[in-house]
């Protein structure tokens, strides 16, 4: 905190305006947001249309999941900073060999750095909950691969760490009572916390307030898992105030780290997010909610504040994800934690940026005008309602092939499509194929598997728009 004393020396009082300047004109160096780029999906953009997005939304942090060379080549230039990784699979024999992890250095980080702006390796990803059991070869690997950057000059611009689930801590509420579950403290959190501290690198944690609301929400309320105005948590045993349950649960890994007496590590959240959608028993899941607490989540985040117990400390948060990515495994809400479709629309409308704070509004992308307002209100669209439409990434030829089968076989009501009937226009095989992939999918009542058309359709939550086409939602 700037302190305006009597001061007698110049200079400081040139570095203390220096100071509120930076402050006033940027965050680059404090909090920040980011987003996670998942691919496990088939229908999304080339890598080249997803730098513009990115670009266009004013994010200029991105974290992938391996360190593949068309996105990383697309990334180049692009001003993005880059956080890549270094796959579960690959821990063993990065641990095991100093020139696997050489090879692996050259081939994915020093062939493309500069150009491509590489801040971060992610060594592993979760390894403690990984069932191949790699939880051993963290460490040796985050040594080898930072040993291997040494040799290429490159450890003073990119850091090592290894993102951990909130799953490692044994005791999580009160937050001052964190603890790492004892059988990882020896083996493997120490070992970290120490190559974190000598490397000045730092704790990567992912972190979702929505699993615990989700199981446990007869006890936590939605306004303090959303950022929303409500009476607060008090920390039992350190007296602090918790207005929301992300920053109690980071608060838990900092005491944690507190009880081994590593205060001086800093964190990074790799990920966090809400889901738009998920199955019966995903109490919470739904657009209004994910709109609440990604939306919140940046306004708290770009406010430049730490958490209670580290107010020093500034936020950096990844939100996950980019995209809904549709081949994703598990229950429903796996697949929708994007902020976008895979056409780049919006699935809901949040401010990703300082700017947009301060305007009070953020920009639609592509034209999509449908819009989920961040404060979480209810919109009209029935909680449940769903849409299939084209995928434009799918290629003409696919949605052509695909179009054919549901206005044929599949038994599609293709008729309002037709010449001079009420949604021929836009005269657009985009919007024909859309009009009978949901016609096909409303009577086929929405089953799992009826919105695909391999992988030239995808369902979306908000009703398409297509000229004055109104699509039905069951028949």
């Not at 959190?189 to 974190?196: G, N, S, T, Y």
């Not at 495994?329 to 056409?343: A, D, H, K, Q």
């Not at 005008?369 to 990434?393: H, I, L, M, R």
Request: hydrophobic letters at 35%; one cysteine or more.
């Amino acid at each position: 905190m700037l302190c305006f004393f009597q001061v007698q020396s110049m200079a400081y009082q040139a570095f203390s305006l220096l100071v509120l300047l930076l402050s006033a004109i940027g965050f680059s160096d404090a909090s920040s947001i980011g987003i996670n780029y998942g691919r496990v999906a088939n229908d999304l953009p080339s890598p080249d249309k997803v730098v513009e997005l990115l670009k266009s939304i004013g994010v200029e942090k991105v974290k992938l999941y391996d360190t593949d060379a068309t996105v990383l080549t697309a990334l180049a230039n692009s001003g993005i900073s880059v956080m890549v990784a270094l796959p579960n699979e690959l821990l063993a024999s990065a641990a095991a060999d100093q020139s696997f992890a050489d090879n692996w250095v050259q081939s994915n980080i020093s062939k493309f750095y500069p150009a491509t702006k590489i801040e971060a390796i992610a060594v592993g990803n979760e390894v403690f909950v990984d069932p191949k059991n790699t939880t051993s070869y963290v460490v040796p690997a985050m040594k080898n691969v930072h040993a291997s950057l040494v040799k290429f000059n490159l450890d003073s611009n990119i850091k090592i760490s290894s993102p951990i689930a909130l799953s490692a801590l044994q005791n999580s509420y009160p937050s001052s009572a964190g603890s790492f579950k004892p059988d990882l403290v020896e083996p493997v959190i120490k070992p970290m916390l120490d190559f974190l501290k000598q490397t000045d690198s730092y704790l990567m944690v992912n972190a979702y307030p929505f699993f615990a609301y989700s199981a446990n929400s007869d006890q936590i309320s939605l306004d303090y898992a959303l950022f929303k105005e409500n009476p607060g948590v008090v920390d039992s045993g350190s007296g602090l105030k918790y207005n929301s349950l992300f920053e109690a649960q980071i608060d838990a890994v900092f005491a944690a780290m507190s009880a081994l007496k590593y205060d001086d590590v800093k964190m990074v959240v790799t990920e966090t997010g809400w889901p738009s959608m998920g199955d019966e028993n995903e109490i919470g899941a739904s657009e209004a909610n994910a709109a609440s607490y990604n939306g919140n989540l940046v306004r708290r985040v770009l406010s430049g504040n730490g958490t209670p117990l580290r107010p020093q400390d500034p936020l950096n948060v990844y939100l996950f994800a980019l995209f809904n990515e549709n081949q994703k495994s598990g229950p429903t809400s796996e697949r929708n934690y994007g902020l976008f479709y895979p056409n780049e629309q919006k699935v809901y409308n949040i401010p990703l940026t300082k700017e947009e704070l301060e305007s009070g509004q953020s920009t639609p992308v592509n034209g999509n005008t449908s819009q989920v307002p961040a404060t979480g209100e209810v919109s009209k669209t029935s909680v449940g309602q769903t849409w299939c439409v084209a995928n434009k990434n799918a290629g003409e030829k696919t949605l052509q092939a695909a179009l054919d089968y549901a206005c044929g076989e599949g038994g599609a009501d293709c008729k309002p499509i037709q010449p001079g009937a009420t949604c021929y226009s836009p005269n657009t095989l985009d919007a024909h194929a859309s009009y009978a992939f949901n016609s096909y999918y409303q009577k086929k009542t929405r089953g799992t598997g009826t919105c695909d058309f391999g992988g030239a359709a995808y369902v979306v939550s908000q009703p398409p728009r297509y000229g004055n086409c109104e699509f039905p939602t069951g028949y």
